[in-house]
């Protein structure tokens, strides 16, 4: 378990777990103050605030172990601004046809679910690359990062014409699918 780490594998595999943690602390907070019925607390507020501090940090260190130049492996991935460029292009094309087209209010869960499947992509894509997942892994990771990202937008579109409790319960799964799917890469990485 956790074989042969570098610093560079730390930094990604910790990154993601904060992110984990984040989306567990904005699921709470979700909980706690979409609950039909219910509102904003103080309690509330705290789990807000911890899911944005894990949220920025988890970006940071995953950032910084994906930037790290510390690997001596050759890789054979796509490189990293491919996948963020076509996540920039599918953002601004999702905030049109969300926005424009569907008339759905804009709201910053566009960007964080685009911007948390970018990452994830990335990140898949650099440990196939440095040779920790084998290529059937990889796909089947990234296959269920898309997957996950889907059912993010599918809930993301139908959130503002449900009633109050189905509205509670679809605000809810995002942020499961996303917790999710990054605890099943952070196993195999671990694992591998």
Not at 32 to 41: D, L, N, Y
Not at 89 to 112: A, C, D, M, N, P
Request: glycine share 10%; proline share 4%.
């Amino acid at each position: 378990m956790c074989q042969n780490f570098t610093t560079q594998l730390w930094q990604v595999l910790g990154g993601n777990l904060l992110l984990v943690l984040c989306s567990i602390f904005y699921l709470i907070w979700w909980c706690i103050t979409f609950k039909p019925g219910a509102g904003s607390t103080p309690f509330g507020t705290m789990c807000i605030g911890i899911a944005f501090v894990l949220g920025m940090a988890g970006i940071v260190l995953s950032v910084m172990g994906l930037n790290a130049h510390q690997m001596e492996m050759p890789t054979r991935n796509i490189p990293g601004w491919i996948i963020v460029a076509c996540g920039l292009v599918i953002y601004f094309v999702l905030l049109f046809l969300t926005g424009i087209l569907l008339h759905r209010q804009v709201t910053s869960e566009l960007l964080i679910i685009t911007g948390w499947a970018v990452l994830e992509l990335c990140l898949v894509n650099f440990l196939y690359g440095v040779g920790r997942f084998p290529l059937g892994i990889t796909i089947f990771l990234l296959v269920l990062i898309i997957l996950a990202a889907i059912a993010s937008m599918i809930c993301y579109l139908l959130y503002y014409n449900l009633p109050a409790y189905p509205g509670y319960v679809d605000g809810m799964i995002p942020l499961i699918t996303v917790a999710a799917s990054m605890m099943v890469v952070n196993l195999i990485l671990m694992l591998k």
